[in-house]
T-cell receptor, first 114, second 110 residues
């Protein structure tokens, strides 16, 4: 039981390049989330998927897109990376959002955009 | 929208002393208040949570209190140990998602 996994662990991009961050969970959770973490700003929600087949914007969605591929997988895409997107990205999942919503986090992806 | 304020941003205590971190929230519909601990370079992990129908919850050296009227909740760590050194995040759970505070860096000095 791996929990929440993310790939890659590290990535360096040049401005304007695109990439997709992958996330998968094996806990049969319904809800999945993408956060970015910057120094002094906590965890900010980018996009979330409350259940398979739905996605919604969070606090900071600009410059990102997501795909809930199936119940297990939730990917985050940067179409044209910018230096402001340099951050640590965490994926998380929870069983359901309306019963406490305990979130289980992946190990994170450290992204640098030059 | 939801907003969670967390104080202090940094906290240093001597080993064995207590540490208290406080949060306030704005959404009166919130009903779930978790606390996460993040060690350096690691992922956030849940350490304790409280639901809106409970005023206090304890788990060994950790306790959380909730005042729904004032929209305050706090984390209390007693008999602190060096391994308690980490960043702690409070959060409020509302409709479909959770909003996190900005974190408190706790340093326990041996």
């Amino acid at each position: 039981n791996a929990g929440v996994t993310q790939t890659p662990k590290f990535q360096v991009l040049k401005t304007g390049q695109s990439m997709t961050l992958q996330c998968a969970q094996d806990m049969n959770h319904n809800s999945m989330y993408w956060y970015r973490q910057d120094p002094g700003m906590g965890l900010r929600l980018i996009y979330y998927s409350a259940s398979e087949g739905t996605t919604d914007k969070g606090e900071v969605p600009n410059g990102y897109n997501v795909s809930r591929l199936n119940k297990r997988e939730f990917s985050l895409r940067l179409e044209s990376a910018a230096p402001s997107q340099t951050s640590v990205y965490f994926c998380a999942s929870s069983a359901t959002w309306d019963r406490g919503n305990t979130q289980y986090f992946g190990p994170g992806t450290r992204l640098t955009v030059l | 929208g939801e907003n969670v304020e967390q104080h202090p941003s940094t906290l240093s205590v001597q080993e064995g002393d207590s540490a208290v971190i406080k949060c306030t929230y704005s959404d009166s519909a919130s009903n779930y208040f978790p606390w996460y601990k993040q060690e350096l370079g690691k992922r956030p992990q849940l350490i304790i949570d409280i639901r809106s129908n409970v005023g206090e919850k304890k788990d060994q050296r950790i306790a959380v209190t909730l005042n729904k009227t004032a929209k305050h909740f706090s984390l209390h760590i007693t008999e602190t140990q060096p391994e308690d050194s980490a960043v702690y995040f409070c959060a409020e759970g509302g409709y479909q998602k959770v909003t996190f505070g900005t974190g408190t860096k706790l340093q326990v000095i041996p």
